[in-house]
């Protein structure tokens, strides 16, 4: 069972070593007008630069590439990044996937995974259980069931960027940071928190997460899972229920306190992260840069690393965000 697989820095170490020519290692960005409204430091690792637009593939590769021999496909449920991911890496490897989406997930994410070859079973989230679903089906048509974080091997993937980020920041003199990292499920945020206490101990770890979907925030303050509501909110690549039953132990022991950002916040973000990074960000992929403009009250390191998880964004949301905001400052 994969439950039964320890999650640690071998692990991640593995999975490292069969990502190697496969994920692309993405730039760890910096500006200094970035600096300037955040007061410090800030330092952004492009993971929407990353294969399918997000950090995802890592953890489908690593995931698919520990299926046992004759495996002929897989299953997954995602609102779309984890989706694209699975789709990709299963084509990749010549297996056949079906991706149990939301239906009213972003259109371009839902376009994306029929085009990287998936079945695309929807679903309504509001009123139907996706686990449940999800499990069903891979029992009907005797699929390998991937799913979103709470999985070794899906961690130790979304773990590489962290082994990623040591090694740029030591190379740029970074051995001290706040390490804040877009968080959903907390499969990203457990990887790199378990690759950092190994490689860059100085560095702390702290989730971020939109306003009304902040149950790992409300957990770590309260020292047990708290659980939000099912529903759907713009940071979809982020929105789920409660940290995951494999993520928790990990953010309980390594993580500081979470951050939360408004949707006003993060679309702020993105527009930032485009004019003065040259990168698309999706809302759930901005909320870390979010958080280290816009809550210096909250972060007391000189240097700031923030993942940019995701790209995935529906194309009539952009000026949306690019509207959003006092860009322009000189610098």
């Not at 929407?48 to 698919?64: E, M, N, V």
């Not at 040591?166 to 190379?171: D, F, N, R």
Request: net charge negative.
């Amino acid at each position: 069972m994969a439950g039964d697989v320890p999650v640690n820095i071998d692990l991640i170490r593995a999975a490292e070593a069969r990502l190697a020519g496969h994920a692309r290692r993405t730039p760890l960005l910096g500006s200094l007008f970035l600096d300037q409204i955040a007061g410090r430091r800030v330092l952004v690792k492009a993971e929407c630069l990353q294969h399918t637009g997000s950090f995802k593939f890592r953890g489908a590769w690593s995931a698919i590439t520990a299926l046992p021999e004759g495996v002929r496909g897989v299953l997954a449920f995602s609102s779309g990044n984890h989706a694209q991911g699975v789709a990709y890496a299963a084509s990749l490897r010549g297996l056949s996937a079906v991706i149990l989406m939301p239906a009213d997930a972003p259109a371009i994410k839902i376009a994306n995974t029929r085009a990287l070859g998936a079945e695309v079973v929807l679903y309504d989230r509001a009123t139907e259980d996706r686990d449940a679903l999800g499990a069903a089906l891979a029992q009907e048509r005797g699929l390998a069931l991937i799913p979103p974080f709470d999985h070794p091997q899906v961690i130790a993937g979304q773990g590489t960027v962290g082994l990623e980020i040591a090694e740029q920041a030591l190379a740029l003199g970074v051995t001290s940071a706040e390490m804040l990292v877009c968080c959903g499920g907390g499969g990203l945020t457990s990887g790199v928190a378990l690759a950092l206490e190994a490689e860059a101990p100085g560095f702390r770890v702290r989730t971020v997460e939109p306003e009304g979907f902040d149950d790992v925030a409300q957990s770590l303050v309260l020292g047990k899972v708290v659980t939000n509501p099912l529903r759907s909110g713009l940071c979809d690549a982020i929105v789920t229920p409660a940290p995951g039953k494999l993520t928790w132990p990990i953010l309980q022991r390594l993580c500081g306190p979470g951050l939360v950002v408004s949707d006003s916040q993060a679309l702020r973000a993105m527009a930032l992260a485009h004019e003065r990074l040259k990168l698309v960000l999706e809302p759930g992929g901005a909320v870390a840069l979010a958080a280290a403009l816009f809550l210096p009250d909250q972060i007391e390191a000189e240097t700031i690393i923030v993942t940019a998880s995701g790209g995935n964004v529906d194309r009539e949301l952009v000026p949306r965000a690019l509207a959003t905001g006092e860009t322009h400052v000189d610098c």
